[in-house]
């Protein structure tokens, strides 16, 4: 039982030892890929705006609010994105 304790001490305080050995700075993504995200944001909302744009002449097209729903869900989505790795 004593094998077993010292064992589980053994694995449980050498553990988050061994993970911060690494040279990680929290950076994912590198500049050039967060500006190219960051405009790929910028057309999708580009996107989203031009159906709205569609949706005032033609409110009553149930399908245009589809789209505009989808593209403005993922602006924000990459938008998260963005935040969490470039910002």
């Known amino acids: 039982m004593k ?3 010292t064992l589980a001490t053994m ?5 988050p030892a061994i993970a911060g050995g ?4 929290h950076h994912v993504m590198n500049k050039e890929e967060c500006v190219e995200l ?3 944001i910028l057309e999708l909302l580009q996107v989203a705006d031009y159906y709205w744009t569609e ?3 033609d409110p009553e097209n149930k399908e245009l609010y589809e789209i505009v ?5 993922q602006a924000a989505n990459y938008s998260t994105v963005y935040d969490v790795w470039c910002d």
């Open 3 to 5: 094998v077993l304790i």
């Open 11 to 15: 694995f449980f305080l050498t553990t």
């Open 22 to 25: 690494h040279n990680n700075d």
């Open 38 to 40: 960051k405009e790929g």
């Open 55 to 57: 949706i005032e002449k």
């Open 69 to 73: 729903a989808f593209y403005s869900q």
